[in-house]
């Protein structure tokens, strides 16, 4: 019975998944709703930073491996001695074992190369002085909109830059880390890959005044951290936020809501579920009154 019902969930969730393929389809497109804004992207995917395998075959495999909060916290240490580690430097936030299979797995996707009993990322020439990739920023940002494309069938872009199309737009454009359209509606995300010691107030009013700009109907503020946000992020909101205007409230754990549609999240538990929680959340307070049937 018990495996019966998880067939029958798994069909539930590719049904909901192809509804929205053809929902995706009868909507406008995410081009639309930004010109609707008065905007339009003139830049976005920057590969400068972007550490993926160059063999596409290992695309997925990454992807799901981006899943994992541990990889990911590897992979930015990876980044900060890319030029030559060993894997003793390298093991802070998982064990001895899962470092090498980690090591093992980037020198399988042709990552790493191993020279002298050192390891470093390949892209990086030997007498090369700067960093070939300077932070893990540009790489998460792919990886949250490949959550968004994968796991809700959304229609997103990642490093994105936007300039005004007409006087329509009320902002002046600039960096969007992360736009998609989800069921027509626009979303936005701020993607922070620092940990909450590392932002500042300015960088919380810069979101929200993109966001206030692009006029999303849904905006995310996504910090990669498994701490808690009530500590810091949560007061820097509150302060950064128009006295009279809405406050943040625990939605569920350290997923925080701000008045209607936008939302604090970080990556504990899972990315996709937290941000499952979210459009859950704003799609059921957005739903239509259930029609009241006569006697």
């Known amino acids: 019975m018990e495996q019966a019902g998880l067939e029958e969930l798994e069909l539930l969730r590719e049904e909901v998944k192809r509804l929205r393929t053809m929902l995706s389809l009868c909507t406008p497109s995410l081009e639309a709703l930004l010109k609707r804004r008065g905007f339009e992207i003139y830049r976005k995917a920057p590969g400068g930073d972007l550490l993926l395998p160059a063999d596409g075959k290992f695309l997925e495999g990454w992807y799901e491996a981006m899943k994992h909060y541990s990889f990911r916290l590897f992979l930015r240490d990876v980044i900060k001695h890319q030029e030559g580690?060993?894997?003793?430097?390298?093991?802070?936030?998982?064990?001895?074992?899962?470092?090498?299979?980690?090591?093992?797995?980037?020198?399988e996707t042709g990552i790493l190369e191993e020279v002298d009993g050192h390891y470093r990322l390949k892209r990086v020439p030997p007498l090369k002085k700067k960093p070939g990739i300077k932070s893990f920023g540009t790489t998460l940002e792919w990886f949250t909109a490949q959550v968004l494309l994968h796991e809700f069938q959304a229609q997103a872009e990642w490093g994105v830059k936007l300039k005004k199309k007409s006087r329509l737009g009320r902002g002046i454009g600039g960096d969007y880390d992360v736009i998609a359209?989800?069921?027509?509606?626009?979303?936005?995300?701020?993607?922070?890959?620092?940990?909450?010691?590392?932002?500042?107030?300015?960088?919380i009013k810069a979101f929200l005044e993109r966001a206030e700009g692009l006029a999303p109907d849904i905006s995310i503020f996504f910090m990669d951290t498994e701490l808690r946000?009530?500590?810091?992020?949560?007061?820097?909101?509150?302060?950064?936020?128009?006295?009279?205007?809405?406050?943040?409230?625990?939605?569920?754990?350290?997923?925080?809501?701000?008045?209607?549609?936008?939302?604090?999240?970080?990556?504990?538990?899972?990315?996709?579920?937290?941000?499952?929680?979210?459009?859950?959340?704003?799609?059921?307070?957005?739903?239509?009154?259930?029609?009241?049937l006569k006697d």
Do not use: C, W
């Open 85 to 107: 580690f060993t894997p003793e430097s390298v093991t802070r936030y998982a064990t001895a074992g899962v470092t090498g299979e980690y090591i093992r797995y980037l020198s």
């Open 181 to 203: 359209k989800v069921d027509g509606m626009l979303l936005y995300m701020e993607v922070k890959s620092s940990p909450p010691k590392q932002i500042y107030l300015n960088e």
């Open 229 to 292: 946000m009530k500590d810091k992020i949560v007061p820097m909101f509150e302060e950064a936020l128009p006295p009279s205007g809405p406050r943040p409230s625990r939605l569920y754990k350290e997923i925080f809501s701000i008045g209607d549609g936008m939302f604090i999240i970080n990556a504990k538990g899972s990315v996709a579920m937290n941000m499952e929680r979210v459009l859950g959340n704003y799609f059921s307070s957005h739903r239509p009154s259930p029609l009241r």
